[in-house]
């Protein structure tokens, strides 16, 4: 990057692309090549089996904002589902060219509206399911993105936003931002407290049904191991209870996920941890 002139977003997966010691980190966030690839890679995730279960079991129609490079509108579309993607980058590597070339090279059928999401050029009450992965936390304006995710998902519909960064205070938003890997290449990353994102969803006439937190759902913390993931927590948890002692913090590392995840999920305070909700859209009364 010459001198001190930010990247677009294609630009930023280009260089880290490049970068051979970043190859694991391009891997996780489902950037390699081709895109069918990580694709195929992400219908077959922990992440997306666990997103199963909280969707209908009968597939509907499905609108995917901000799809990026399209990896979760194939994995909806191969599970059955009727798959509109929105996403407002032309980018044939990260955005609606790559989601065109996806379907095209897969045989999937997926339609691609180049359309940011808070103004969607698509007709109101139509979804069965709304979803947004890694999308929340890049809006312009967050409330007006809630609304048209609301707008567009028929009366009882599913609205689901997946791995939204959080914060807890404006304070802790330099120290995620200059902890991101590319944010000091194309600037574009930002983060909200947990609240904001509930009073959002729930402004716009949205019921939240469940909030993960970051340690309480594979969604949020994939692609990490679950022995990973398990001393992770006891390293959160037994820095916050120190007056534990060693053995059993160590224990900890042995509990399975779901006896720790909660209470590890309460004492995670880092800047930039991930937040999942499921939502529902509001049937009113017709009077």
């Known amino acids: 990057m010459a001198g001190n002139k ?3 977003w294609e630009g930023a997966v280009n260089w880290l692309l490049d970068q051979p010691d970043q190859a694991e980190l391009a891997r996780a966030a489902y950037f390699d090549q081709p895109t069918s690839v990580p694709a195929r890679r992400y219908h077959g995730s922990a992440e997306f089996a666990e997103l199963r279960r909280y969707l209908p079991k009968q597939p509907g129609r499905a609108l995917d904002l901000g799809a ?11 599970d059955g589902w009727q798959v509109t993607a929105v996403e407002p980058d032309p980018s044939a590597l990260i955005g ?7 379907a095209k090279d897969t045989g999937t059928a997926i339609d691609v509206v ?3 999401g808070e103004a969607i050029p698509l007709e109101a009450a139509n979804y069965d399911l709304v979803i947004a992965r890694q999308v929340l936390h890049h809006a312009n304006d967050l409330g007006q ?3 048209e995710m609301a707008r567009l998902a028929r009366p009882g519909g599913l609205v689901i936003t997946l791995r939204d960064h959080v914060i807890s205070s404006p304070k802790q938003l330099p120290a995620f931002l200059a902890k991101h890997p590319l944010h000091h290449l194309y600037g574009g990353e930002n983060a909200f407290e947990a609240g904001q994102y509930r009073d959002a969803l729930t402004g716009a ?3 939240i049904s469940k909030e993960l937190g970051s340690f309480a759902s594979v969604i949020n913390y994939d692609p990490m ?3 990973q993931v398990r001393a992770a927590i006891a390293d959160r948890v037994g820095s916050k209870l120190s007056f534990l002692g060693p053995p ?3 224990g900890l590392s042995l509990l399975p996920l779901q006896a720790i995840g909660a209470v590890a999920t309460l004492l995670d305070k880092r800047p930039g941890r991930l937040v999942s909700f499921i939502c529902e859209k509001e049937v009113r009364d017709a009077g």
Not at 68 to 78: D, H, K, P, R
């Open 6 to 8: 930010l990247l677009d």
């Open 68 to 78: 990026g490079n399209g990896i979760l509108s194939f994995a909806l579309a191969v």
């Open 96 to 102: 609606a060219g790559a989601i065109r070339a996806l």
């Open 114 to 116: 180049e359309a940011f």
């Open 145 to 147: 993105f809630c609304r």
């Open 205 to 207: 006439g949205l019921r």
């Open 225 to 227: 191991r679950p022995d």
């Open 248 to 250: 059993l913090r160590a």
